[in-house]
């Protein structure tokens, strides 16, 4: 895991070696020197609140604290707290002067375990990147750069590893996750130092992109989201320069998920509708509404869920002659199902919710053991709600299980934000064991 700077605002003291009491310090002085002689009552205790994510700053508080930091009031009115914050990551740019770069910065970020756990793109900068993905093409390969002969055998023979890594049972994958790197490793240094044709070179840059965006899923699902985040800008920075838009809508499509799991919708919204705007089989389109309306769910936005709800059946039911990318070839009417019923419980139609997650629970095949653990998380939850804590507790242990054999935290920590909602049942037989397994895990 990533190190205890868990939140944007701790991130930006640091960069300043302000101390909490350094920044409320600094936010009385913000108020003192206001025109309208306002007066602040932050202290460290209110720092640390906000620092722990269990209290956001009132509207005149942000005022103070963007003063204390120079940022601009139009940061403020464009972006929610705290995506406004200063020291934001920015993304490396599209374009194949830089498709190695990203990759080595991805990499970088993969082996340093010390980086923030919130740490991960902007609002901002992710809709700048998915703007900026929309109106470049990618250039041509540049000559051959000097070093090696890359021939279209060693990429047969890179692709076809690449394949059968990425298609083992969940269960298996955990433990191939160095195999992936040093398969990325392996491809970065022949587009840094090998010398090949056009075609070699975009079937190596779409190699690096599907490698990218595997790993970035692994330290994804270790809770590692700095990490992810900057695999999947290697990603998308590769799948340009391949000219694959439909990989490119998919990378996406991953930022804006994990956009959603972090609880920043807000930030997912933009680049769902980019892609959107750029990817034309049905598959890939029903996927990127079904994500598009998990963040309107989460944002209160009922109307826009129930229409991008909609879309979502409407395109999965609709024939193509031509396979699904692979990177939304597994949506099934079973992603829908629970989706939607998860759309529901953040839209408070709790009945509504658990018949949907109860549909496509039945529904999903035996092979995806993370998504089940999951979808078990999601059914345990709209369990709690309706009051049947038995059946509940029944599910949530089953999803433990499921998710710390297959070896995915962000699973693992799923599961145990289901606890605050066990508590007022602690009498009911088996809750206490189950509390002291979370704790435990």
């Avoid at 269960?171 to 490793?185: G, N």
Wanted: charged share 25%; proline share 5%.
């Amino acid at each position: 895991m990533d190190d205890q700077i868990r939140h944007p605002l701790a991130y930006a003291r640091a960069l300043r070696g302000w101390s909490q009491t350094d920044l409320a310090a600094r936010i009385h002085h913000a108020a003192r020197h206001r025109p309208e002689g306002l007066r602040s009552g932050t202290d460290k205790a209110a720092v640390s609140k906000w620092e722990n994510w269990r209290k956001t700053p009132s509207i005149e508080s942000q005022l103070l604290i963007a003063e204390a930091f120079d940022v601009p009031i139009a940061d403020l009115e464009a972006f929610e707290w705290p995506h406004w914050l200063p020291g934001q990551e920015q993304p490396v740019p599209l374009g194949s002067a830089f498709t190695v770069l990203a990759l080595r910065d991805a990499q970088r970020a993969a082996m340093d375990h010390r980086r923030r756990t919130f740490m991960t793109f902007s609002a901002l900068a992710l809709a700048g990147l998915s703007t900026q993905w929309t109106a470049l093409e990618p250039d041509r390969l540049t000559a051959a750069l000097s070093g090696k002969h890359v021939d279209a055998e060693l990429v047969d023979w890179l692709e076809d590893t690449c394949a059968k890594l990425t298609a083992l049972p969940t269960e298996q994958r955990q433990h191939t996750a160095k195999l992936m790197d040093a398969q990325l490793d392996t491809v970065t240094d022949l587009l840094e130092q090998g010398r090949y044709t056009e075609p070699v070179g975009r079937r190596l840059h779409l190699l690096a992109a599907s490698l990218a965006s595997t790993c970035g899923w692994h330290h994804f699902d270790q809770g590692q989201h700095f990490a992810a985040g900057k695999l999947w800008n290697a990603a998308l920075t590769n799948a340009h320069a391949a000219r694959d838009r439909d990989f490119d809508a998919g990378v996406l499509s991953d930022f804006a998920y994990q956009s959603i799991w972090l609880t920043q919708p807000g930030a997912a919204v933009e680049p769902l509708s980019q892609a959107l705007i750029h990817t034309q089989h049905p598959t890939a389109r029903s996927l990127l509404h079904l994500r598009r309306a998990r963040a309107h769910a989460a944002l209160g936005a009922a109307s826009d869920c129930h229409r991008d709800l909609a879309a979502a059946e409407s395109a999965l039911l609709t024939d193509s002659p031509d396979p699904a990318p692979a990177w939304c070839r597994w949506m099934s009417t079973a992603d829908l199902a629970v989706d939607s019923g998860q759309c529901m419980l953040d839209l408070g139609r709790t009945e509504e919710a658990h018949a949907r997650i109860g549909e496509g629970m039945s529904l999903l095949p035996r092979s995806r053991d993370k998504t089940r653990g999951i979808f078990l998380t999601y059914e345990a939850r709209s369990l709690l709600q309706a009051r049947e804590v038995e059946q509940a507790l029944a599910v949530t242990n089953q999803s433990l299980d499921l998710a710390t054999r297959i070896g995915a935290e962000r699973c693992v920590t799923l599961v145990r934000e289901l606890a605050p909602a066990f508590k007022p049942y602690r009498q009911v037989d088996g809750v206490a064991d189950l509390m002291d397994r979370l704790k435990a895990s």
